[in-house]
C-alpha cells in the first residue's frame, strides 16, 4: 500500500503521464526501497530523451517529502553541479563524500576512505558510466573507486546505493564498458542483490527537440555493425550544419546569446582542440597575450597542494574548470614558464590563487609527460643539492611551489571525455579526420556522449556529407577557424 502511495507522489512531482518504462521503473524502485533489504542496490539506466532526470528529480523530491535522508553524489564538480540543479537539492562530488586527507601539509595528497556514520541513508549517483574500478586513483583510497563507494555507503547502518547513468554513454578510459552500470559485474564483484530499470522510450515533448532525435539516431547505431548514421537537421531549430566559413560567425554569435561560459566545443584529440582554442583566442576574443585575465582554462592534472588553504576544497580535480581573474607576476625557471594566478573554481564560490604552468596550455600532449615530470623534479632537485638526505630533498620538492603548478589547458575547446559529466547551452562538435575503418561502437558512443552535451544549441562542424540526409549534403569546406584541413 506505501508502495502505491509512493509512486502516486512521484506522478505527481514528475508533472506528466509515466511511459510504460517509467511506470516500470518507479514500481521496481518502490520494491527495492520499502523492501529494506540491506545487501541491495537499484541501477536505473537511461538514454538521452527518456526522461531519466525528471523521473529521478521526482523521486528525490517524494522521499525529502517524506524525509528520508538523501544524500546525491556524482563523479566530477561539473556533473554534480548539474544533478543538483536538476533535482533541486545540494549534490557533491564522490571524492568529496567518501575520502579524507590524511595530512593537510602532504604535496602529495594521501586521502583514506572516510568513515560513514550516516544511517538508513539512500545514496544516488548520477553519471555512474563515468566512474572507474581500476585502480588508476592511487592516491584515493583503495585506488579503486567503484570498491571504496560501494564500501563507504554499506558500512553504514542500512545504508543503499542506486546507480543512476546512461549506457550508450563513453565508459571510462581504457575500458570497455562501465563497470558501475553493469548488473553482472556489480553482482559478481559484491555479491549484491541488483535491482535494474532501463528507460528506453523517448517522451513525447523530447519528439521535438533535434539534439534528441540526432541523440537517438546515433544511439541506434550501437551494436548495429552499420556505418553511417542518417543525422537530420531540417525541421530542427536546435540543431545546425555548419563548415569553416560559418564557424567563426556562429561561435561568436553564441558567446553573445549564452555566454562563454555557457559554449563549448567538444573535440576527438588535444591536438585539435588546441587549435579551436588558438584560434577562439586569437580572432574571437582577440586576446594577444599568451595567457590574459579573463581566459577560460582547464585544470589537467589532479592538484593537491594549492587546495589545503582553503576550507572548502579539498582537492583541485582534473577537469575542473576556472576563470583567470588576475595575474599577478610571472616566472622563468626549471625550464618551465609559470604565472602566479588568482583563479575562480567553478562549481565554488571562493577564490584562490595558486602558481600555474604555462607550458601545458599548448601542449599536445594531455599534461605533462612522464618524461617531463621527471625532467622537471630533476631541476628542481638541483636546488636543494645542499641536503644530503635522498628523503630531506624529496620533502623540499613535494612542498615546493613550481614543482606543485596548476597543470592547465584553454577550455574553450575540449576533448568529450574531458567534456563528460557537464552541459552546455551551445555546444559544437568537431569530429576531425575519420576514416571508414574508424566508425565503430567507440566512434558512436564518442559521437553520442558529445550530442548529449548540448542543452539548447548544437553544431555539428565540417562532417560528412553522407552522415546527413541526402537532402541535407552539400559539401563543406573543411576548416578550423581559418585554417585549412585534411
Not at 584560434?279 to 594577444?288: A, F, N, S
Not at 625550464?335 to 604555462?358: K, N, P, Q, S
Amino acid at each position: 500500500m506505501i508502495g502505491k502511495h509512493f509512486g502516486e507522489i512521484v506522478l505527481k512531482n514528475f508533472g506528466y503521464e509515466f511511459s510504460p518504462a517509467q511506470k516500470n521503473a518507479v514500481g521496481l524502485f518502490s520494491q527495492f526501497f520499502f523492501g529494506q533489504k540491506e545487501d541491495s542496490l537499484f541501477v536505473l539506466k537511461g538514454y538521452a530523451g527518456t526522461g531519466k532526470t525528471s523521473l529521478v528529480a521526482a523521486i528525490v523530491n517524494t522521499l525529502l517529502s517524506f524525509e528520508y535522508k538523501v544524500v546525491l553524489l556524482a563523479p566530477t564538480g561539473r556533473a554534480a553541479k548539474v544533478f543538483s540543479a536538476y533535482a533541486g537539492h545540494s549534490a557533491f562530488t564522490i571524492h568529496k563524500k567518501i575520502y579524507r586527507q590524511k595530512s593537510a601539509t602532504d604535496g602529495e595528497g594521501e586521502f583514506d576512505l572516510g568513515f560513514n556514520g550516516g544511517t538508513d541513508t539512500l545514496f544516488f549517483v548520477d553519471e555512474a558510466s563515468m566512474i572507474s574500478n581500476s585502480g588508476e586513483e592511487s592516491n584515493f583510497g583503495s585506488g579503486h573507486l567503484l570498491d571504496d563507494l560501494m564500501e563507504y555507503v554499506y558500512n553504514g547502518r542500512n545504508n543503499r546505493l542506486v546507480l543512476i547513468g546512461d549506457m550508450a554513454q563513453l565508459p571510462p578510459v581504457g575500458l570497455d564498458v562501465s563497470p558501475a552500470l553493469d548488473p553482472e559485474a556489480l553482482r559478481f564483484l559484491y555479491n549484491m542483490e541488483i535491482c535494474e530499470a532501463v528507460l528506453t522510450d523517448v517522451m513525447r515533448q523530447a519528439e521535438q527537440s533535434g539534439i534528441l532525435f540526432n541523440a537517438t539516431a546515433v544511439r541506434h547505431l550501437l551494436g548495429s555493425g552499420k556505418t553511417t548514421p542518417e543525422l537530420k537537421i531540417a525541421g530542427f531549430p536546435d540543431v545546425c550544419r555548419i563548415g569553416g566559413a560559418e564557424l567563426l560567425e556562429e561561435i561568436d554569435s553564441c558567446y553573445g546569446k549564452y555566454g562563454v561560459d555557457e559554449t563549448m566545443i567538444v573535440c576527438r584529440s588535444n591536438k585539435r582542440a588546441n587549435r579551436f582554442n588558438e584560434g577562439v583566442r586569437r580572432m574571437i576574443l582577440y586576446r594577444e597575450e599568451d595567457f590574459s585575465c579573463g581566459d577560460k582554462i582547464m585544470i589537467v592534472k589532479n592538484n593537491y597542494f594549492w587546495a589545503k588553504d582553503y576550507e572548502r576544497i579539498d582537492f583541485i580535480a582534473n577537469g575542473d574548470i576556472a576563470t583567470v581573474l588576475k595575474i599577478e607576476k610571472r616566472a622563468e625557471l626549471y625550464g618551465r614558464h609559470f604565472a602566479r594566478t588568482r583563479l575562480m573554481l567553478a562549481g565554488y564560490e571562493e577564490e584562490i590563487t595558486a602558481w600555474v604552468m604555462l607550458d601545458t596550455l599548448t601542449s599536445d600532449a594531455p599534461a605533462l609527460t612522464y618524461e617531463e615530470n621527471r625532467d622537471l623534479y630533476r631541476s628542481v632537485e638541483a636546488d636543494y643539492t645542499d641536503l644530503a638526505s635522498r628523503k630531506k630533498r624529496f620533502e623540499k620538492i613535494r612542498e615546493n611551489e613550481f614543482f606543485n603548478a596548476l597543470q592547465i589547458k584553454f577550455a574553450y575547446a575540449v576533448t568529450c571525455h574531458k567534456a563528460q559529466g557537464g552541459q552546455w547551452d551551445a555546444v559544437f562538435i568537431d569530429q576531425g579526420w575519420v576514416a571508414d575503418g574508424m566508425l565503430t561502437d567507440e566512434y558512436w558512443r564518442w559521437l553520442y556522449t558529445a550530442v548529449t552535451r548540448a542543452r539548447k544549441r548544437l553544431y555539428f562542424v565540417n562532417f560528412k556529407p553522407e552522415f546527413f540526409d541526402r537532402k541535407e549534403g552539400e559539401n563543406f569546406r573543411f576548416t578550423i577557424l581559418g585554417y585549412e584541413l585534411t
